[in-house]
């Protein structure tokens, strides 16, 4: 092999390590571009949850699928649901979610007697709030009337008692006229809306209140636990009412801000926590307390006098999942019995 042959493969050779060295440098740079735009998304996600705002992602997301009406759409109702909406001019437009992890404050509560745990009570109602107003705002993207069948999940960690977590899941709906301003939001089934609609009512915004109230177990208490007879435990009695009353002044202050005629579909839940007084002594302090935390949620609904009722009789279906009797949405007159 003659000198030059040997020349010309170093020469190739050298190419081909300057153009490795290229394209190392260009993955290098390519790599420390999408970590700073990534880095750069997540603190305007930070920004954007700082506010109560949703992701730039999801944002993205839901305007691509407004803008094209032929999107593939996601739902969790069921086929008679999306029938109903159908035949009545509205559609689903998807899925929307909101959800909030909240930290609880450090709680006090009293050794004299009863008390509220304010704390703890905005902490819920906080976390419920940023929740439903980010399903607010994916419905307004997707330029949605409303979001129908609304479902929250409510949970305490048990790993840690001072976190809150909170998911509104529902499905937006799009309606023949134009959008409005804010969207509607009612944790209603489509029949139930459906039904409310042609007597004249319209949802307007779900409401929700939350009570956390201190029950301090007394001497007294202990006595009636360990009684003999069957008695009314009074003290326990009590605190319900008052959890419940205050978590339902709340849910009335909501529907009053919102010009509502009324809330239906109320429903009440309530968690009951054993705790213990710290910084003391005395018998006071030996003593397992209760933490009880009252949920109300319902649909504000407003009545819409200019549109005449049209209100018929509902055919009542009976459910086999639960044996809950429901309307289904069409009259008498809808049906068409086949033999």
């Known amino acids: 092999m003659r000198w030059w042959s040997f020349g010309r493969a170093a020469a190739v050779d050298k190419a081909d390590r300057q153009e490795a060295a290229r394209q190392r440098a260009e993955l290098q ?13 997540q603190a305007e996600d930070l920004q954007a949850l700082a506010h109560g705002g949703i992701p730039v992602m999801a944002r993205k997301r ?9 999107a593939l759409f996601t739902s969790d109702l069921s086929p008679s649901e999306l029938g109903l909406l159908r035949q009545n001019g509205y559609r689903a437009r998807g899925l929307v979610a909101g959800s909030a992890m909240y930290h609880v404050g450090q709680p ?22 940023l929740a439903v107003r980010r399903v607010e705002q994916e419905a307004r993207l997707l330029g949605a009337h409303g979001v129908v069948g609304v479902r929250v999940g409510l949970i305490r960690h048990e790993w840690t008692e001072q976190t809150i977590e909170v998911t509104v899941i529902g499905t937006a709906v799009e309606g023949p006229a134009p959008a409005p301003a804010r969207p509607w939001l009612c944790d209603l089934s489509v029949e139930e809306w459906w039904a409310l609609h042609r007597a004249g009512y319209d949802p307007v ?24 007879s069957n008695t009314e435990l009074g003290h326990w009695s009590q605190a319900l009412g008052q959890a419940r009353i205050r978590a339902m002044m709340a849910v009335k202050k909501r529907a009053q801000a919102v010009r509502a005629s009324g809330v239906v579909g109320v429903r009440i839940s309530h968690r009951l926590d054993e705790v213990r007084l710290s910084g003391g002594e005395g018998g006071v302090y030996e003593r397992e307390h209760h933490n009880l935390v009252m949920a109300v949620i ?7 006098t200019a549109r005449p009722s049209q209100h018929r009789a509902a055919l009542m279906m009976l459910s086999l999942a639960d044996g809950r009797l429901a309307p289904a949405g069409v009259g008498k007159a809808d049906l068409d019995v086949q033999d």
């Open 62 to 70: 839901l305007t691509e699928q407004a803008q094209d009406p032929m």
């Open 108 to 129: 006090y509560a009293s050794s004299v007697g009863d008390c509220e745990v304010t704390v703890l009570s905005q902490a819920y109602d906080n976390a419920m709030d």
């Open 29 to 41: 740079r390519l790599a420390s571009a999408n970590r700073e735009a990534e880095l750069a998304r």
């Open 205 to 228: 915004d779900l409401v929700w209140g939350h009570s956390a109230w201190f029950v301090l177990t007394t001497q007294v208490d202990e006595f009636a636990v360990r009684s003999w």
């Open 298 to 304: 319902g649909t504000a609904v407003r009545s819409d």
